[in-house]
């Protein structure tokens, strides 16, 4: 591995990517199969080493208001129509129970605005209001301020938003890696380009 991408463990953060309840649990309005039986005891496990080595930990989210307009363009009509998914304060844009920290709700007034949740000590939520965990999110400059310089990925549906934020990660000059057994979605020829 060259210099300059290989993993530096000691600054790294965990990302879980959209792994909330209308799109991991089993028959949820937008279920991505595979993510509650294979990919979710996988990132729980991670998730409690990095809370043992007290390392940063950012759940990234979507929320779609109601009127449609913060959605993108490819489920904005269906919102609009009256789809909710990921609706603000429903039980759907909540983080499967496995892997939060304790019960706290997501505040989703406070995450609409660009404000960072904390959930528990080191501990924290993130909304974003496309694919990539970076577009028009506090997360660059949340990292820098730590000292972040390599990310671990975990979440589900890679072609998507998985996808999209390692590559703005990648842009960013962040190290990365790809926990293959904690992404669903995730495809060989994907994990190649």
């Known amino acids: 591995m060259a210099k300059y991408t290989e993993p530096d463990y000691e600054n790294s953060a965990l990302l879980t990517i959209d792994t909330q309840n209308d799109f991991s649990l089993k028959d949820a309005i937008c279920e991505i199969k595979g993510t509650y039986d294979d990919v979710i005891p996988n990132m729980v496990k991670i998730l409690k080493r990095f809370r043992e080595k007290s390392k940063p930990i950012i759940h990234i989210i ?8 913060n959605v993108d363009i490819c489920r904005k009509k269906k919102v609009e129509d009256g789809l909710k998914v990921v609706a603000p304060n ?3 844009a909540e ?8 019960e706290v709700k997501l505040d989703a007034k406070r995450l609409l605005s660009g404000e960072i949740q904390e959930l528990a000590s080191n501990e924290f939520v993130i909304y974003k209001p496309r694919w990539g965990a970076f577009y028009k999110t506090p997360l660059e400059d949340f990292l820098q301020k730590k000292g972040i310089t390599t990310l671990v990925f975990t979440g589900c549906n890679f072609p998507n938003c998985p996808r999209t934020s390692i590559y703005e990660a990648s842009e960013r000059g962040f190290r990365l890696i790809v926990i293959e057994d904690a992404i669903s979605g995730i495809y060989g020829k994907g994990l190649k380009n």
């Not at 983080?95 to 304790?102: H, R």
């Open 95 to 102: 983080l499967v129970k496995e892997l939060k920290p304790n």
């Open 62 to 69: 979507r929320l779609y208001k109601e009127d449609g307009s």
């Open 90 to 92: 429903s039980e759907g």
